[in-house]
């Protein structure tokens, strides 16, 4: 196996637009509120701090020179520095350019209805399986979902585990190279694995690594396991150890710190992840944008009124008035609406310019705000019509064709 270490960290490169837009908006990097864990994302996140604080190494040039050696470009989504973070993704592109196959793993969660948000690492995952023809394990945690939460039922989680694999099909993932698992449908693939998992990870660490403690409840403690379980399914599907590469934004790293910790002891390699920055709450109460906390999210069932009604009351980085404004700028930095522009609509020129505009002056939140309104109502009604068509297929993404009832 080729050497696969949780070593040194370096800093954070080229990173001049930083993005620390998830909190309360004062552009300090110093937000003792400031929390990341699977479940939640409160206060503004110091993306830099969390790689040191994670152990996790910074995406660098020597790392997109690798992607752009083997796609003959660099995507938007590792310029701009959205995807900012990895653990072992230099073995991963090292293994592709030998030619040797990886699989793609990553997840959802079906708490609600899906937003914007979790597109990102979605479609990041789909560039990546067009790119290298990897095949691609998707989770769907119901379990987790229904028990992290007091008051969610199993009927309303099913809801929402059949609308949220619409919108995974509707990202367009190749259908032969693609397989979703839904863990209370296909447990009895996970469980095997999830047991061997479980059996070398103390309550100790798990406690110190996700926070649990005396009052959670004890499916939740056990939970773990079964989200770290598919990161092995590749190697006994392909009956030889088989690296595995996660897209997702950093919350959910815990999960692979626990799955790292066992995996050479178990005969696989470690999981390597990329790992991105959240897209930002569009409400002054910051964290990220989450389905749990609607007013936050443009959701991808969202009506055209109602999309329109959240952006243009969502929170910016402009100031009290226009003259003030004209005076003294916007903080751009701080603005879900920019970044949400940057990373999902505008190219790199085009963002560049407007931040230039809104910190001079000349730009004033009307435009930003009517621009994302525009964008997103667009993008949403095409993805609705992916939805439509998914209905017909969602057999054929299961794994092992099973249903979903
Ligand atoms: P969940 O449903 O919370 O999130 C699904 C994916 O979306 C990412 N994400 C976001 N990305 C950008 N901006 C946001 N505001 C935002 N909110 C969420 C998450 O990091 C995730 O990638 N336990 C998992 C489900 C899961 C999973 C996995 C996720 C199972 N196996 C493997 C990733 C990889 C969950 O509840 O995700």
Redesign the pocket.
């Known amino acids: 196996m080729d050497s696969q270490n949780d070593g040194e960290i370096n800093s954070i490169g080229n990173n001049s637009l930083r993005d620390t837009c998830t909190g309360p908006r004062n552009n300090k990097n110093d937000d003792p509120s400031a929390m990341v864990t699977?479940?939640n994302?409160e206060g503004q996140v110091d993306y830099d701090r969390l790689i040191k604080e994670f152990g996790t190494q910074p995406i660098n040039a020597e790392i997109m020179e690798q992607f752009k050696k083997l796609t003959g470009e660099v995507h938007p989504l590792l310029k701009l520095h959205y995807f900012f973070s990895h653990r072992d993704l230099d073995f991963i592109l090292h293994k592709i350019e030998n030619g040797e196959k990886i699989y793609l793993?990553?997840?959802?969660?079906?708490?609600g209805m899906v937003?914007m948000?979790?597109l990102?690492?979605?479609m990041f995952t789909k560039y990546l399986q067009d790119k290298f023809g990897s095949k691609l394990l998707f989770?769907?945690?119901d379990d987790?979902?229904f028990l992290s939460s007091p008051d969610r039922t199993n009927e309303e989680i099913k809801r929402f585990t059949y609308e949220n694999i619409l919108d995974i099909i509707s990202m367009g993932f190749d259908p032969n190279n693609t397989k979703i698992i839904v863990d209370t449908v296909h447990i009895k693939h996970i469980y095997p694995i999830a047991l061997e998992i479980a059996k070398r990870i103390t309550f100790s660490t798990s406690k110190a690594v996700f926070g649990f403690s005396g009052s959670t409840n004890i499916g939740m403690i056990g939970f773990p396991p079964i989200?770290a379980a598919?990161c092995f399914m590749p190697s006994i599907i392909e009956g030889r150890p088989t690296p595995v590469l996660?897209?997702?934004?950093?919350?959910?790293d815990p999960?692979w710190r626990i799955t790292r910790d066992v995996a050479e002891r178990m005969g696989y390699y470690k999981p390597a992840q990329i790992h991105?920055?959240?897209?930002?709450?569009l409400n002054a109460t910051g964290g990220?944008?989450?389905?749990s906390k609607p007013e936050t999210?443009v959701f991808t069932t969202d009506e055209p009124e109602v999309i329109e009604k959240k952006v243009l009351g969502a929170y910016t980085g402009g100031q009290a008035t226009v003259a003030l404004q004209r005076l003294y700028g916007g903080n751009a930095l701080g603005c879900p609406v920019f970044w949400y522009l940057r990373y999902f609509f505008d190219d790199q020129k085009k963002s560049d310019e407007r931040f230039v505009r809104c910190i001079s002056g000349d730009l004033l939140c009307g435009e930003c705000k009517s621009d994302l309104a525009e964008e997103s109502k667009s993008f949403i009604t095409t993805l609705k019509m992916r939805r439509e068509k998914a209905k017909d297929s969602i057999q054929e993404y299961m794994y092992e064709n099973e249903p979903l009832e």
């Not at 991105?276 to 709450?281: A, E, G, I, Q, V």
């Open positions: 699977p479940w994302v793993y990553t997840g959802r969660g079906p708490s937003h948000g979790h990102m690492p979605w989770q769907i945690t987790e979902k989200q598919p996660i897209p997702a934004a950093i919350d959910q999960y991105s920055k959240f897209l930002p709450s990220k944008m989450s389905s999210a």
